[in-house]
């Protein structure tokens, strides 16, 4: 199994970045798909969601009208488009796959992360 992010960077305020996360080795129209984000000094938390498989999605509040996630699941790819950019958003970017049955996870995943940093 395998996630690969890529896309992260240096980006002025108020700039743009599409993140891409390539997944591999298990079957991915099966899977919930999400970002994560980690600052320096603070907890992982949920940046986005798109579920399996109607492609349901949820946004923080922190990012809702800024950020949009998406799912090809021909190419095994997820997506984060990240607009309107501002300082508190430079984080490492995680991909994450889970996938449930009920309330129990049976498959979690994570990929390697990929950097975003904000700054003038």
């Known amino acids: 199994v395998q996630l690969v992010e890529s896309g992260g960077g240096l980006v002025q305020p108020g700039g743009s970045l599409r993140l891409s996360c390539a997944a591999s080795g298990f079957t991915f129209s099966n899977y919930d798909m999400s970002w994560y984000r980690q600052a320096p000094g603070k907890e992982r938390e949920l940046v986005a969601t798109i579920s399996s498989p109607f492609g349901a999605t949820n946004y923080a509040d922190s990012v809702k009208g800024r950020f949009f996630i998406y799912r090809d699941n021909v190419n095994n790819t997820m997506y984060l488009h990240v607009n309107s950019l501002k300082p508190e958003d430079t984080a490492v970017y995680y991909c994450?796959?889970?996938?449930?049955?009920?309330?129990?996870?049976?498959?979690?995943?994570w990929g390697q992360g990929t950097q975003v940093t904000v700054s003038s």
């Open positions: 994450n796959a889970r996938l449930r049955r009920g309330i129990a996870t049976l498959y979690d995943y």
